[in-house]
């Protein structure tokens, strides 16, 4: 069974700066998806970033980026000039490659962001 | 894009009575939906994906007899919460994946249920 740890509960950045959040991964499988979902307050779930693991590239969206390194098993999300909507839950989570298939999240970063 | 609703938004109950969370994809047909259970400060835990036409499967642990999954129809699955007691109240989540034909797959999450059994 594939697992996801965020070592990182909490943390904080300030307005503008950079953080980067921390994600490592277990799994057995060659090809599966990567995540980072972000939930606000209201708790809908929004997708921030995704990774196809076949694909070297590290995926940007924007001030998002990953640094996704595969013999590592890990994903970690870098997101520049912070902003204050940028404050939220952090989910990294992995899907295995086939349809249909159920995400499994990690537990969480919480993200600060000081004005 | 595509869109996944969930009904109600929140509800409160008491203890010993039954309740119904309804998960619609609304602009899609979804042969299959994953429920989630959120803790206050915690992750999104898998308790079982819907299958429509066919039974629900169900995570370890988590009990068929007490959550009744129902996927009747392409667009919409049912979580019935039976003889909910306190330790049920937590916030729920389904998902539905989606692909244009040949396409990428997406998942759409719906905005969640809040459950408080008192």
């Known amino acids: 069974a594939q697992t996801v740890t965020q070592s990182q509960p909490e943390m904080s950045v300030q307005e503008a700066e950079t953080v980067t959040l921390s994600c490592t991964y277990d799994?057995?499988?060659?090809?599966?998806?990567l995540f980072w979902y972000k939930q606000p307050p209201s708790r809908q779930m929004i997708l921030v970033i995704r990774?196809?693991?076949?694909?070297?590239q590290n995926a940007t969206e924007n001030r998002f980026s990953v640094n996704f390194q595969k013999a590592a098993k890990s994903f970690s999300l870098k997101i520049s000039d912070s902003q204050l909507g940028d404050a939220a839950m952090y989910f990294c989570?992995?899907?295995?490659?086939?349809?249909?298939?159920?995400?499994?999240f990690g537990p969480g970063t919480r993200l600060s962001v000081l004005p | 894009g595509a869109v996944v609703s969930q009904h109600p938004s929140r509800v409160i109950c008491k203890s010993g009575t039954s309740v119904k969370i309804e998960c619609r994809s609304l602009?899609?047909?979804?042969?299959?939906m994953f429920w989630y259970r959120q803790f206050p400060k915690k992750s999104l835990m898998l308790m079982a994906t819907?299958?429509?036409?066919?039974?629900?499967?169900?995570e370890q642990g988590v009990e068929k007899d007490k959550f009744l999954i129902n996927h009747a129809s392409l667009t919409l699955s049912t979580l019935t919460v039976t003889s909910a007691h306190p330790e049920d109240s937590s916030f729920y989540i389904c998902?539905?994946?989606?692909?244009?034909?040949?396409?990428?797959?997406?998942?759409?999450f719906g905005p969640g249920t809040r459950l408080l059994v008192l």
């Open positions: 819907s299958n429509e036409g066919s039974k629900a499967t169900y």
């Open positions: 990774q196809e693991a076949y694909k070297q």
């Open positions: 602009d899609f047909q979804a042969t299959t």
């Open positions: 998902s539905a994946p989606w692909s244009r034909s040949g396409g990428q797959e997406t998942q759409y």
């Open positions: 799994t057995s499988e060659s090809d599966y998806y």
């Open positions: 989570a992995y899907r295995s490659w086939n349809y249909g298939q159920n995400f499994v």
